[in-house]
Nanobody, 121 residues
């Protein structure tokens, strides 16, 4: 069983920065991780896609975070990051990571448990 664990959330003032991490835990022997993504969900709102990154490093961002957030990954550690700069109060949400993980002969989409990001003065 593979789980995803996010870390790095917290309270930050507007204009500040945070770096989120997402890494697999549990039975990670011989896994292969393809596309990884960050989502977020604010109270009363639907979960929304923030950014994606393929195994080749191709990235895509929601318009609301372009130029402020940077998604990256370290394939040697199977770890994904989200560098968040110039944070705004509207970035406040629970941030979730998602990954398409395979271990021959099966593949699954796995979600992390979420990490809270609060942007407030």
């Amino acid at each position: 069983q593979v789980q995803l664990v996010e870390s790095g959330g917290g309270l930050v003032q507007p204009g500040g920065s945070l770096r989120l991490s997402c890494a697999p835990s549990g039975s990670t022997f011989s896994i292969s991780i393809r596309t990884m993504a960050w989502y977020r969900q604010s109270p009363g709102k639907e979960r929304e896609l923030v950014a994606t990154i393929t195994s080749a490093g191709n990235t895509d961002y929601a318009n609301s975070v372009k130029g402020r957030f940077t998604i990256s990954r370290d394939n040697t550690k199977n770890t994904m990051y989200l560098q968040m700069n110039s944070l705004k109060p509207e970035d406040t949400a629970v941030y979730y990571c998602k990954a398409d993980i395979s271990r021959w002969p099966t593949s699954n989409t796995i979600w992390g448990q979420g990490t809270q990001v609060t942007v407030s003065s």
